[in-house]
């Protein structure tokens, strides 16, 4: 199973700051092309590939076939939803409508791809295809309508998947329930991110937005100060240039450890907060090159070919520029630093 730290993520911290480690081919992921994460009550991790189900405990990415004998294969699996007794319903490209629990599987063939499945307050699943609304008993799996206005209400709100379309692979996706989560015009304006763009939204267990995008990597829209709720909240992004493993995302996944993992067309990624931040250029800092790092009275200061900065975890404030040669703590609490003009002191 998958275990983790216990704390959420700081969202005082940049998303660039959090522990990033990727899955990949080499580390025994079957497809790097994942569409969709979940996690059942025993602690693994299930993911929809374009290769079918892959089970994850953390350390090894096990294939689970469709047939107890191992001879048939799920294929593109493009949805997973765990419902509240734990039973994890599988989508696929084929049309194929799968609830497992378990050793034990019960199938039934929609004939149409599958693009998102939700649970619904009455426990009924809702899944969506590529031109309908299905409604599904969850015990004996009868279609209950097939009506494009057969829309239950949503038992988890804090995840909106976000499509339509004939095949989660082709389609630009829509966000009709973006309003809910606060994504707004003028959000996306900000953010230079076009509706079309977002593959599915959540809100983390902070209230925080993350946003999966087709080309942008991931969004996060911090969540509002309850003492100024028209203050405008801060975006931040994840892309490949920060380390994720692709641009392409698909699906944003939060654990019951609060571990965020985020499933792109090239591999599996897990954000985690390691109680050790990271301060880079992007939180402030003059260079990535420190040259010396010392902790006085007034903080803790960082000494770079480019200057010196004065570092907390979450930022870092430049105080002065040009070369650092060294720097040391004096007796009384105070900051030396060496430059090429000589020895001097910050106090």
Same mark, same amino acid.
């Given at each position: ?31 790097? &092309? ?38 048939? &294969? ?8 765990? @419902? ?21 599987? #019960? ?36 279609? #209950? ?12 709100? #804090?995840? $909106? ?17 973006? &309003? ?10 900000? &953010? ?11 809100? @983390? ?69 390691? #109680? ?36 907390? $975890? ?17 007796? @009384? ?15």
């Amino acid at each position: 199973m998958v275990v983790g730290t216990a704390e959420a993520l700081n969202p005082e911290q940049r998303i660039t700051q959090y522990s990033l480690t990727q899955w990949g081919h080499r580390d025994g992921l079957p497809s790097t &092309a994942i569409y969709a994460v979940a996690q059942t009550p025993d602690g693994f991790l299930w993911l929809g590939t374009s290769d079918g189900l892959v089970r994850f405990d953390g350390l090894r990415f096990v294939p689970v076939p469709l047939s107890n004998t191992g001879d048939i &294969a799920f294929g593109r699996v493009q949805a997973l939803k765990v @419902d509240r007794t734990g039973a994890i319903w599988i989508g696929t490209e084929s049309g194929s409508l799968v609830r497992m629990e378990g050793r034990s599987m #019960k199938i039934v063939m929609l004939h149409v791809p599958i693009v998102a499945i939700r649970e619904n307050a009455d426990s009924s699943i809702q899944v969506e295809t590529s031109d309908r609304l299905f409604r599904v008993d969850p015990y004996s799996m009868e279609l #209950k309508s097939k009506d494009v206005d057969a829309v239950g209400e949503n038992h988890d709100p #804090k995840r $909106t998947p976000l499509s339509s379309g004939h095949s989660i692979k082709e389609t630009a996706l829509v966000c009709p329930q973006c &309003a809910s989560l606060g994504i707004t015009s003028s959000l996306l304006k900000r &953010a230079n991110l076009d509706r079309d763009q977002i593959r599915m939204a959540m809100r @983390d267990n902070d209230g925080n937005v993350w946003i999966a995008t087709r080309e942008s990597g991931v969004l996060r829209v911090a969540k509002r100060s309850s003492g100024s709720p028209d203050a405008t909240p801060e975006i931040d992004r994840l892309s490949a240039n920060e380390g994720l493993s692709s641009d392409s995302v698909w699906d944003i996944f939060e654990d019951r450890e609060h571990n965020l993992w985020v499933a792109t067309q090239n591999g599996l990624n897990r954000l985690r907060d390691d #109680k050790f931040s990271i301060v880079t250029r992007r939180s402030g800092l003059l260079s990535n090159d420190i040259c010396s790092l010392v902790s006085v009275e007034s903080g803790i200061f960082a000494g770079s070919n480019l200057g010196l900065n004065r570092v907390t $975890t979450t930022h870092s404030e430049t105080v002065l520029h040009g070369s650092i040669f060294s720097l040391a703590r004096a007796g @009384d609490g105070s900051l030396f630093y060496a430059t090429s003009l000589g020895l001097s002191q910050l106090k």
